[in-house]
């Protein structure tokens, strides 16, 4: 071929391995040949979106010959009036991720570092490695902590130092569901020096129940260097419309909308979104039924004598007992699409998004069938 381009990459992007989503069912059915595939291996909402945001899709079908709102206006007003912030803090984003990847851009970069736990979202390495920057996984609890393989705060306050540009927490965490309580989490942020960004990640915050679980909007004056991330593509049900936005202090906001690309959430999300912040009676539907699977998921696990990770998310990761892959690729071939954790350091996991009481009970019918054979 003559020319390496891989050789001719970016340093960071040469040693990267693309982000590997869950399977889709159209591919599963299509290489085996089989129908009615169930995917659960992607914590999206079983639920769908709510009628409310329905009827803003159909309703702006029309608009799709146009170019969206490139700020948002809307969106970021009626977000603004929500979460009781001023739209000048708001950064949206073509999902959650698209907005970490633009806190990377902007301050992150060679000569730089970022902190985060080491079983978290794969993400924050991806974005780190891709701007040139140094990525600094913090040891993570044991497996026997109260909240196993969940952020070790102190570990991660011990990987700051003077090149240290962001620290990312997902809380819950993905993939292990593992949480942090507000007492916990901001004395964390009092340790980390103002000029270090710290981004809470919250895109499972609203099927969370605990009443110890923060709501980091509320420090943000507090920490000038807080960085907040949401989305809608999880109890929202609007994943494939990839929305999502950050909440800064409005220079970091500023900065990240330097960077930030021109039409980065289309029409349908932005009216969908809008549509889907006032609809309670959905968001609602959706905590009752995640609380209820994964009440059952646990059950069925303890029934089966597989352990867990304790959970708030709409997910749970199950340790099968040994090498997951195996009985990944045989629930495959029984038409049931979980998620392999081996990535993210957890290779006798596998990840289970919570659906509804009848997928819950194929996908346990699946695993006893494979864990028989």
């Known amino acids: 071929m003559g020319i390496d381009f891989i050789a001719r990459a970016h340093s960071g992007v040469q040693g990267l391995r693309p982000y590997e989503p869950g399977k889709p069912v159209e591919e599963l059915e299509r290489e085996l040949g089989i129908s009615e595939a169930l995917k659960l291996a992607s914590n999206e909402n079983p639920l769908g979106p709510g009628e409310r945001a329905m009827t803003a899709i159909r309703a702006y079908l029309d608009g799709v010959a146009f170019y969206p709102d490139g700020n948002g206006f809307a969106l970021k007003r009626g977000l603004a ?3 009781g912030v001023d739209p000048a803090w708001i950064t949206l984003g073509n999902g959650s991720n698209d907005v970490l990847d ?17 079983h978290a979202f794969a993400v924050y390495f991806i974005v780190t490695r891709a701007v040139g920057a140094e990525a600094k996984p913090a040891v993570a609890n044991p497996p026997d902590h109260a909240q196993p393989y969940g952020h ?6 011990e990987g700051i130092d003077a090149e240290t540009g962001v620290v990312f927490i997902a809380n819950p965490n993905n993939p292990t569901g593992t949480w942090l309580t507000s007492d916990a989490l901001r004395a ?16 499972y915050c609203e099927y969370v129940t605990e009443p110890d679980y923060p709501n980091a909007l509320q420090w943000l004056e507090e920490f000038p260097n807080l960085v907040v991330t949401r989305t809608f593509s999880k109890i929202h049900g609007l994943a494939g419309l990839r929305v999502g936005y950050a909440v800064s202090n409005p220079q970091v906001a500023d900065i990240l909308n330097r960077v930030r690309q021109p039409f980065n959430t289309n029409i349908l999300g932005q009216m969908a979104a809008l549509a889907a912040l006032d609809d309670e009676d959905h968001v609602r539907r959706s905590v009752e039924v995640n609380h209820l699977g994964l ?9 089966r004598g597989l352990r867990y990770i304790p959970s708030v998310g709409n997910f749970l990761t199950v340790d099968v007992g040994h090498e997951a892959g195996a009985i990944y690729q045989a629930l495959l071939r029984e038409g049931i699409i979980v998620r392999p954790i081996a990535a993210y ?5 596998l990840r289970f998004s919570v659906g509804t009481e009848t997928q819950n009970a194929r996908a346990l019918q699946a695993l006893d069938k494979v864990l028989d054979s």
């Open 81 to 83: 009036e929500k979460l």
């Open 102 to 118: 633009l806190v990377a851009r902007a301050y992150l970069g060679p000569g730089r570092n970022a902190v985060f736990s080491q």
């Open 152 to 157: 070790d705060l102190d570990a991660m306050a």
């Open 188 to 203: 964390f942020l009092r340790r980390v020096p103002e000029e270090v960004l710290v981004v809470v990640d919250e895109a």
């Open 295 to 303: 009440e059952q998921l646990r059950t069925g696990c303890e029934t």
């Open 345 to 349: 350091g957890l290779p006798q996991h």
